[in-house]
Structure formats: structure tokens, C-alpha cells
């Protein structure tokens, strides 16, 4: 039965020799001369070292292409005029799902044209050596941004090849993501990563993590978010993980996120071990963008002022090209220094928004339930309980592709654009703070004139692109007895 406990040192190397055979260049990796590697960066490429000694929030991208040089180039340019403090290197989704080989024909065809054959850096094909290019071409530090249920490789190549912050986690990078993984079996796979970054740790490189705190990325409640950041990251401790940064999703209500970025500092360090440094990462608004570049430099704005207020330790930025798909580097940067510039206006000012407090005293004692729920479930032990709060229900995320998750909670938005529970399905939650949830909605439904139904969550998936907060009825057939009964 796996269990919570600790990857034992000859599992690790054994696992280790296995995968070593998936892919040619796993054979490079040589923990001590990688030990050595890192031993000789200067501390301003230590990613710990410098997010946690960070006094404002820092600004990281999300950018990645195939080919080595272009991979230098367009970090260095986003680096030097985007200003990034932090940066990123997004992985391909061939490599997200294992497929080297397929990733080794995108790499080749790359290299001899010009347009980009993969949609980020297929780093185990790179190799030890390509990675270690790409960590002394740059100033600041790197962190590897994937999405990969199985990313064991992944980690022993990049860890080897000087990244010293791994993004994901065994919930995160599976329930969001994948049909094809159990919950089990991403757990065991994440179990080997983390024990991986505890190994280096323990040996004085501290490799942070960062669990993947959008899940789903549309309307996710803060409270599922936070709890998952939670497990993630209790998970990660058992196996000596020393640096987490848990994060979240912008949900786009000022008050409730920055509510829901203090409620995950405080819980994080009221759950997670004394000797874990526990920082924060703040995600720009994740849902669909407006296709009109000024409205969504709007979003990105709103991101930033957020960030000012809350001062999470990392934003991670957008860019106004988010409908178009892969942005070019110029509007990369270009949301960078929006983002900049908000925190900059901002972050001196005392600013003092009403409603935070009892908005945060909400998602706590929502986020304790569901932990206890957890804790219930596995009887003290969290994989299992996990497994078990997944399979009943008690814990689960809106709009989950994976199997693994029931997807039966469905999420929408109250009067004032706060996120709320619409549909409760079977999650672990007392009647007391399913009220509070309701009673929103409904305040909302009579505002609008229309009954509650899914029509509300429809119309708030969308909003956002629209130019709106909130999914309002726009017409006749959205009131009551219109077009939301009908569906």
C-alpha cells in the first residue's frame, strides 16, 4: 500500500538506474559531479536564495522554444527588457507526455526552419550539458515550468543540469492535466522527484518546489486550491523538501484573492514543518483573455495591483497576446513591465480594503475542513487519505479531466464577483459554510432576476474574455424562466 513516508536511498538510486535507460542523455546525470555543478553558481543564481530573501514581490514569465540559442536569447531578452527577476523554462508537451522521440524529431525539424516545431524546451532531449549552457548564459535564476504527471527524467536531467526550482505536483500536475495516470501512480512518480530535491538538499543545494496552484485555472474556490498547495506540499516534506512556494490563481474579485494569498501564507505555515521556508506565487489570471490587447493589459493591470496589496514573494506575469496563443517576446515583456509598473505605483501605499479579514476567516476555516477531511480519510496518513478524499468526493476541483477527480463541484460567481460553490457535490463541507455559499448566489440570482442554474456558471466562464467580471444576463432569454432553465 504506498504510504507517506520517506523514499528510502536505495529505492531512489534504483529508480534512478531504471529510468537512465528511457532516454539516452539519463545516462549523463552523475549526482556528485551535478553536486559539484551547482556548488560553483554564483548565490544570485541560487533560485532559494534569491526568492526568499526577496523584499517586493519578483516577476517571472512563462516562456520556452525549442532550440538552445533561441531559448538563451528570448530569456535574455526578457530578462534585460522585461525585467524579470525570475525566470522560466516551459517544457514541450512531448515531453510532458514522455514522448522523447517525438520531441527529438520537433527538435531537428527546429533547428532547420524557422518556425518552432515544438511548443517549449524539450530538455531531456538537450541533456546535462545544453542545460548547464542555459544556466550560465542567463543572470537570474531558472526554474523548470512543465505540466508532466511522470516527470522523473524530467527532474534528474534539469536538477543535473543546474535548475534549482522544479514547478508541479502529484494533484496538480495530474488532476488539471490527464486521463492517462492514476492519482496512485502520480503520487509514486512525485514521490521519486521531491526525494530527488531532498537529496540535493540535504547535500546543501536547496532546490525548491512549487506546486502548481491554478489547477484547472477557471474559477477554481481558494479554498480547493489552497488545500491541494497543502497536501502537495505536506508531501513534499516527507521526502526532505525544504523550499516551497505554494501558489494560486487569480479569480479576478481584488478583495478575495488578496484574501485568499494571506490565508494561504498563514496556512502554509501553520500546516507545513517549522524547518520548511514556506514562500508564495501569486498567478495572473488564467481563464480566457480578451482578444483586444488594451483590455487585456486591463487583466494583467489588475493582476499587479492585486499583487501589490497581497505581496505574495512571485507573480507570474501574462502577456496581452494571451488569446492568440504563444506570445512573442516583446508582448512577453510587455506584461512583465505592466505588472512592474503596478506593483511600483502601489506597493507603497497603505491601502485598506474592507471585507478582507472576514473573506480570509471564510477560506480557512473552509481549507480546515477540507484538511481534516483529509487527514479523516487516510486515518493520519495523507497519501491515502489523498486517494480516499478523491475517490469520495470530500476533496475535488471543478472542471478535472482526470478520472481520478469526481468534477461534480461546480463554482460561480456571487454579486460582488466572488468566487462561490454553486454545486457541492460530495465535498467535506459543514452545512454552516455551504449556507454562507448559497446565500450569495442567491443574492446574486435576485440582482440578475433569474434562478439559479447553470447558466450562471456558463456565463462566468466566459466573462472575463468579454470584457466583464461577472457573467450578467444580457438580454431577455437570460432571465428567469429564459435560457438558464432551459439548460
Not at 313 to 326: A, C, L, M, R, Y
Request: some cysteine; hydrophobic content about 40%; aromatic content about 6%.
Amino acid at each position: 500500500m504506498l504510504t507517506d513516508t520517506r523514499l528510502a536511498s536505495d529505492e531512489l538510486q534504483r529508480i534512478a538506474n531504471e529510468l537512465r535507460d528511457n532516454w539516452h542523455t539519463g545516462r549523463e546525470v552523475d549526482f556528485e559531479e551535478a553536486i559539484a555543478f551547482h556548488e560553483s553558481l554564483p548565490h544570485s543564481k541560487e533560485f532559494a536564495t534569491v526568492l526568499e530573501s526577496a523584499d517586493a514581490p519578483l516577476l517571472q514569465p512563462r516562456a520556452g522554444v525549442p532550440c538552445l540559442e533561441e531559448q538563451i536569447e528570448l530569456l535574455r531578452y526578457l530578462q534585460d527588457e522585461g525585467g524579470a527577476d525570475l525566470l522560466p523554462t516551459t517544457i514541450d508537451s512531448y515531453t510532458r507526455d514522455n514522448e522523447y522521440e517525438k520531441a527529438e524529431e520537433g527538435l531537428a525539424a527546429s533547428r532547420n526552419s524557422p518556425d518552432n516545431e515544438l511548443n517549449g524546451f524539450p530538455a531531456v532531449n538537450h541533456g546535462v550539458e545544453d542545460c548547464r549552457r542555459l544556466v550560465r548564459a542567463l543572470d537570474a535564476p531558472i526554474e523548470v515550468r512543465h505540466g508532466t504527471p511522470d516527470a522523473r527524467l524530467l527532474a534528474m536531467v534539469t536538477l543535473a543540469g543546474g535548475f534549482q526550482s522544479f514547478e508541479g505536483g502529484p494533484i496538480s500536475y495530474n488532476i488539471p492535466y490527464t486521463k492517462e495516470h492514476s492519482l496512485a501512480e502520480t503520487i509514486e512518480h512525485w514521490q521519486f522527484v521531491d526525494r530527488l530535491c531532498g537529496a540535493y538538499t540535504e547535500r546543501g543545494v536547496t532546490i525548491n518546489r512549487e506546486p502548481f496552484g491554478p489547477l484547472t485555472g477557471t474559477l477554481v474556490p481558494p479554498s480547493i486550491a489552497i488545500a491541494v498547495m497543502l497536501v502537495e506540499g505536506l508531501l513534499a516534506a516527507t521526502q526532505g523538501v525544504r523550499s516551497l512556494t505554494l501558489g494560486y490563481g487569480q479569480v479576478g474579485n481584488l478583495v478575495q484573492d488578496v484574501a485568499a494569498l494571506r490565508a494561504l501564507r498563514s496556512l502554509g505555515e501553520e500546516y507545513l514543518p517549522d524547518d520548511v521556508t514556506v514562500t508564495t506565487v501569486f498567478h495572473e489570471w488564467m481563464g480566457g483573455f480578451p482578444p483586444d490587447e488594451a483590455r487585456a493589459s486591463g487583466v494583467i493591470g489588475l493582476g499587479g495591483a492585486t499583487a501589490a496589496v497581497a505581496r505574495p514573494d512571485k507573480v507570474i506575469t501574462k502577456s496581452p497576446q494571451e488569446f492568440q496563443g504563444v506570445p512573442t517576446k516583446e508582448a512577453n515583456a510587455s506584461g512583465l513591465r505592466t505588472t512592474r509598473q503596478l506593483i511600483d505605483m502601489l506597493i507603497e501605499q497603505d491601502i485598506d480594503l474592507g471585507g478582507i479579514d472576514d473573506e480570509q476567516d471564510l477560506i480557512e476555516r473552509t481549507t480546515h475542513a477540507l484538511m481534516d477531511a483529509v487527514f479523516d480519510a487516510g486515518e493520519g496518513d495523507v497519501v491515502q487519505g489523498v486517494l480516499n478524499a478523491f475517490d469520495s468526493g470530500a476533496l475535488d476541483v471543478p472542471f478535472a479531466p482526470s478520472d481520478a477527480a469526481k468534477g461534480a463541484v461546480l463554482p460561480a460567481r456571487d454579486d460582488d464577483g466572488r468566487v462561490r460553490i454553486f454545486e457541492f457535490g460530495d465535498l467535506a463541507l459543514p452545512d454552516d459554510i455551504k449556507q454562507i455559499h448559497a446565500s450569495r448566489l442567491g443574492e446574486r440570482a435576485r440582482t440578475e432576476g433569474r434562478d439559479e442554474s447553470f447558466r450562471m456558471v456558463a456565463d462566468d466562464v466566459d466573462a472575463i474574455s468579454d470584457g466583464k467580471l461577472i457573467g450578467r444576463p444580457t438580454g431577455d432569454s437570460d432571465l428567469a424562466g429564459g435560457v438558464g432553465d432551459a439548460d
